[in-house]
């Protein structure tokens, strides 16, 4: 079996139906934005986040199915108790690290940093999904508390490495640097 088909060398591809449509259709956007978000959370994985990593995992699995469901296939792919666990999970990590109230820049540790990379990508997923319209509500709210589940774990990883949050100065565009 080869992993080349060439059905796709004119610019088009099949949906989960076996519609084909053009490689630059918004609904190939919106999963290639999941897949990307997929490989993201891996590299997460990979820093610092043993504590984290089943439910990175987990959510990893989630992502494919979000990926499953963009591209047509039928059946639900996402569920109520799959919201409920990242609220839970939020719940259970903002016991140890209460959120800061103020704006925080997207910076710290290397886990951190690319926990705030997947943030800002579950964003564009969730912008690309309602953009075709078409998903389960349960996908777009899914994706929507991903995001929060992602700016609390950078939280909780600043916490556990004790580190402390860069907060936004809006006055910083006054501050000289020299």
């Known amino acids: 079996m080869s992993i080349y088909t060439r059905t796709g060398d004119t610019g088009q591809t099949s949906l989960a139906s076996g519609k084909r449509v053009s490689k630059t259709d918004p609904r190939l956007e919106a999963y290639g934005t999941a897949d990307e978000l997929?490989?993201?959370?891996?590299?997460?994985?990979a820093a610092d986040n043993?504590?984290?990593?089943?439910?990175?995992?987990?959510?990893?699995?989630?992502?494919?199915?979000?990926?499953?469901?963009?591209?047509?296939?039928?059946?639900?792919?996402i569920s109520e108790d799959d919201?409920?666990?990242l609220e839970l999970w939020m719940d259970e990590m903002l016991e140890a690290a209460p959120l800061v109230r103020a704006f925080v820049l997207p910076t710290g540790s290397e886990a951190i940093a690319r926990a705030h990379v997947c943030r800002t990508?579950?964003?564009?997923?969730?912008r690309r999904i309602l953009a075709i319209g078409e998903a389960d509500n349960k996908v777009t709210r899914?994706?929507?508390?991903?995001?929060?589940f992602l700016f609390v774990l950078a939280r909780f990883i600043e916490v556990k490495n004790g580190e402390n949050p860069q907060k936004w100065e809006k006055e910083a565009k006054h501050k000289k640097m020299i």
Do not use: K, M
């Open 38 to 45: 997929n490989s993201w959370i891996g590299l997460l994985r």
């Open 50 to 77: 043993s504590e984290w990593d089943a439910q990175l995992e987990w959510i990893q699995q989630r992502l494919f199915n979000i990926g499953a469901c963009l591209s047509g296939a039928e059946g639900e792919w």
């Open 83 to 85: 919201i409920r666990q």
């Open 121 to 126: 990508i579950t964003r564009r997923l969730e």
């Open 142 to 148: 899914y994706v929507n508390r991903l995001s929060d």
